[in-house]
């Protein structure tokens, strides 16, 4: 009908407003807790043991909000995730 076209123009009208606005995509591997004294004593070399398993979701943020969760794949030289899950 006219009334659902014109509503799906003004949806896209919407849309095209906040298009271009730029969103910080985190993706989180694991974290790990450690002492003061632990950090200091990083070097080169260390190794930082997440609470993360091999094989395990990692997650995916917008803006701070988990919005997905994926696996890491390489795509050519770069990390890249696959979504397996859309919050």
């Known amino acids: 009908s006219d009334a659902d076209v014109i509503t799906r123009f003004d949806d896209e009208k919407k849309l095209d407003v906040i298009s271009n606005i730029p969103l ?3 993706c989180i591997l694991g974290s790990a807790t450690m002492t ?3 950090l200091l004593k990083l070097s080169k070399g260390s ?3 997440l609470d993360k398993n091999i094989g395990e979701s990692i997650d995916l943020l917008v803006n701070g909000k988990l919005v997905a969760r994926g696996e890491v794949v390489i795509v ?3 990390i890249g995730i696959t979504l397996t899950e859309i919050i």
């Open 24 to 26: 910080k995509i985190t």
């Open 36 to 38: 003061v004294n632990q």
């Open 47 to 49: 190794v930082i043991e």
């Open 76 to 78: 050519e030289e770069q």
